[in-house]
Structures are given as C-alpha cells and as structure tokens.
C-alpha cells in the first residue's frame, strides 16, 4: 500500500513534468521565433519535423534527469529550496544534453537558442505546476479528502515513531485513527486520548470501522499473536504491515533484500556504497579534484612559499586520520603550527588563539586555504570531496566510548567538506551535534545533496567564527 500510494504521486508528478516540458518548448519556440527573433521569411523554411522531434526528445530527457538527481524518490517530498535545486541541476543537465543531441544526430536545422528560451521557460512552468500541484493536494488534505486511515496496534515509542513517520508529511495523506494497545501493557508512548483498545479488542474495532490497513508496531510479537492479526485482517480483506520490534536499532536506511527467498534485512544500509552510487561519487571526485589541483596550482605554490618564509619547516604537514572502515591514512594540510613533538601534534586539541599557530597560519585556517592539500588525498581515493571530517586515532578512540555512533562516521570516506562544517559545526563545537550531522548527510546521501554541499562551502564552511 505504501508503495503504491507513493508511486501514485511519483508518476503523477512525473507526468506533470513531462507536459510542462513540451510546453516549456513550445514556449521556448514562441520566443524565439515570435518575439526575439521574428521572422521576416516564408515560414515554410522551418523543418516542423525536426523541431517537434527535438522537442518530445527534450521532455523525456528532462524526466529523466530529474528523476536521476532524486526528484521522484519514493516515500520522500523534497522541501521547496531542495527541489529549486534539483529544478535547476535538472535544466542545466538537459540542457547539455540537448546540445550533444543538436550535434550527435547533425541536426542543423533547429536553432542553437531554442534550448536556452527553453529552460528558461521550463523553471517558470515547472515551479509554478509543482506550487499548483502541492496547493491541490493540501487543499484535498484539508478538505478531509484523499486520506488512508491507519490503525497502529502497540504502544510503545516504536508505535509513536511509526504514526509520527506516517503523518510527517500531509501530501501522502496518512491519517493514523488509533492506537490498540497489546493486551497487559500499563506503560504506554502514545496519546492517550488515541488509544481505542486493546488487542482483545481488535476484531470488534475492525468490524466497526475498518481501517484502511492495520500495522503492528508493538514488542510482543510472537508467531501466535501476528498469526491472530493476520487472520482478523485476512478476514476483512484488510492489508497487514509489520514495523520489526527492533526498529530502534535502524537508525540509517535499512533495506528489505532476498538472500534465496530468504527475507533479509540490512539495518546499516549506506547510500553512497551502492552499486551506481559509489561509482558516480568516486568520478565526481576524481573530475573535481583533478581539475582543482590543475587550476588552483599557482595557488598552492603562493601558500607553499609564504608558509616556508615566515616559519622553520616544512611546507606540508602530514598526520594520521581514521577514514573508510577504520582505516588510518595520512592526511595533507599545509602547515600553520610551529613545529612541535609528533605527540604533542596528534593528542592535543586545537583552541581559540592557540599559541602554536604561526602568523600565515592563523590567515590559512581562518580562511580553510590549509586543508587544500588535501585534494590530493581525494585524487588518491583516499577521502572524498565529501564526507566527514577524519579524526586522529587518539580522539576517535576516546570518543567511541563517550559517543555512541561516532565510529558509524567511518562507514564513507572522510571528507574535506560536509554537512556538518557547512552548518557551522567546526572547531571547538558540539561533538554530539557534529556526529548527528554527519549521520544525517550518511543515511541521506544523494549525489546532489554532494553537489548542495559543494556550492554552499564556500559561503558557509570555509570562513567561519569557529574556524581557528
């Protein structure tokens, strides 16, 4: 059921796309040939058989790119500055497809404008069509209308985060009616005033209102008693659904597979690690870094100059992180400290106004210009563009203890930039508050939200109150 219903709204809202983009070429024609440029000859000279095969090309290929940066994904409505993103990474994919189609098939007869009107037009339809379309179904919502009621059976906090998931968001329309509380349970999570029984209860709540599916969220789940739901359900042509008692142990997305008609659940399942995931985010990180390192090469030498001139040293400082798996490597910064004990350098924590940072030092962390070395720990696949920031040993083998999920940090490569360091979590901050970002951005990846991260580092995460 859930699938489905989601799915109803994916294709729907896919199908809206693919019209509003022929619309948004048929607008883009206009411009171009009625009011930037007019024309002045026969209008029999325009190939209509190309233009309108270009134009049904460029729908589907609009879908398609948005539906490959995340914008139809299943279960999830994206927040209005997500989607923008989204609509425009979208647009500016498309329309470098449309320029390699223009050329690949030689067709010269179609004008090399038309794609640019045309994307102006499709953000312009697209957005207002995606407003219209949420107005609509929140209208409906509001109305009482397009709602699948849900009974919960259980009481706990897995039930309460059950119902609290399924309401989250209005525009699927879930509407939980009640909890029915497993037979002996005193200790209740839920709402009391939504509580209409108890599991004894449970034939004669159905047979008075039918709910629209019935989902077990409780912790005494024997065989005898799903048995005994099932039938009631089976019963009344009702669809069950079971949320496993130890959901509280899936904190990341986990993934139902079939090991052999065995039914298997991944509880730690990462995004980035999957199949086409992990080679679209080694590629973009091969691509960037490389030409970061080409373009920014005289950058490097101007660093590698002044760190040399106003301290004794080394230009480079090399020290031991923990990254992918556990695994420790040696990450690259420029230098910005004296030059101290190796054991001084990797146990004490770096703090405001901190003694051992040089002049050139103080300019280079401020300025986030002494972590670029570390692209070169990107191009190597050692880390990532992004990710979490590693940690040296000494601290990772604190905090594990102190912090339950630190070391689930290292289940992606380390980071130069992350989700945490663009929302101001660095330096002396929160441990707990940079963990949680961190998991966040591992249970949530997608290649634009890398591509988000990228664009908004540096406004957000390079110069910074807390970086010293």
């Known amino acids: ?53 270009f134009g049904a090309l460029l729908s589907v290929s609009q879908v398609v790119s948005f539906s490959m940066l995340g914008l139809y994904r299943r279960q999830k409505f994206l927040s209005f500055l997500d989607e923008i993103g989204i609509l425009v990474g979208g647009t500016i994919l ?35 069509g995606h407003s219209i379309f949420r107005r609509f179904l929140l209208r409906r919502r509001k109305r009482g209308l397009g709602f699948h009621d849900l009974l919960i059976i259980g009481g706990t906090a897995t039930a309460l985060r059950t119902a609290t998931a399924l309401e989250g968001n209005t525009l699927h329309g879930y509407r939980v009616v009640g909890f029915v509380l497993e037979d002996g349970r005193v200790k209740v999570a839920v709402p009391k005033d939504k509580i209409v029984g108890t599991l004894s209860d449970l034939e004669e709540l159905v047979d008075a209102a039918p709910p629209g599916d019935i989902i077990y969220a409780g912790d005494h789940g024997n065989q005898e008693t799903l048995e005994k739901i099932l039938e009631i359900c089976d019963r009344q042509g009702i669809q069950m659904h079971v949320v496993p008692g130890f959901g509280n142990l899936v904190t990341a997305n986990g993934v139902l597979e079939n090991l052999n008609g065995l039914p298997l659940i991944s509880i730690r399942d990462i995004p980035a690690r999957s199949g086409l995931n992990r080679v679209v985010k080694r590629s973009f990180d091969l691509a960037f870094s490389g030409a970061f390192l080409v373009i920014f090469s005289p950058i490097y030498l101007l660093i590698a100059l002044a760190v040399k001139l106003t301290s004794p040293g080394p230009v480079f400082f090399s020290q031991e992180r923990v990254g992918l798996d556990n695994k420790v ?49 990107i191009f190597l696949g050692q880390m990532s563009v992004v990710g979490p920031r590693p940690e040296r040993p000494f601290y990772v083998e604190q905090f594990k203890d102190t912090y339950q999920y630190f070391k689930r940090r290292h289940a992606v490569k380390a980071g130069l930039t992350g989700w945490a360091q663009i929302n101001g979590l660095r330096g002396d901050t929160s441990i707990q508050d940079r963990i949680d ?3 966040y951005y591992i249970e949530n990846w997608t290649f634009f939200l890398d591509l988000k991260i990228v664009l908004l580092t540096p406004f957000k995460g390079m110069i910074h109150k807390n970086a010293y």
Do not use: C, H
Request: positive net charge.
């Open 94 to 128: 498309n329309f470098a497809f449309s320029f390699a189609i223009l050329y690949y098939f030689k067709i010269y007869e179609v004008s090399r404008l038309l794609p640019v009107f045309y994307g102006i037009s499709l953000l312009v339809l697209v957005i207002s």
């Open 329 to 377: 490597f040696k990450i690259f910064k420029f230098r910005t400290m004296k030059v101290q004990p190796q054991q001084a350098s990797n146990t004490v924590w770096t703090t405001k106004n901190d003694p051992r940072i040089t002049s050139i030092g103080r300019f280079l962390r401020q300025s986030s210009l002494d972590e670029i070395p570390q692209f070169f720990n």
């Open 437 to 439: 970002a961190d998991l």
């Open 1 to 53: 059921m859930f699938r489905e219903r989601s799915d109803e709204l994916r294709y729907t809202l896919a199908a809206i796309d693919l019209v509003l983009s022929f619309l948004a070429f048929l607008a883009g024609f206009a411009l171009r040939f009625e009011i930037v440029g007019p024309l002045t000859g026969d209008r029999s000279t325009i190939d209509l058989v190309s233009y309108i095969f």
